[in-house]
């Protein structure tokens, strides 16, 4: 399953879903869109 963090998400919560393909917004240069525009490119 492929899972997308926002910057308000705590560090813990990403190891527990180590089985998973983690990705965070701002590694993904997502880090400037808002919720709506965050949702349409995810």
Known sequence: MR???DHGT???LRKIMSEHH???AFQMGWSRLT???LLYAA
């Open 3 to 5: 899972i997308l963090f």
């Open 10 to 12: 705590p560090v813990p």
């Open 22 to 24: 983690v990705a965070k």
């Open 35 to 37: 919720n709506g525009e």
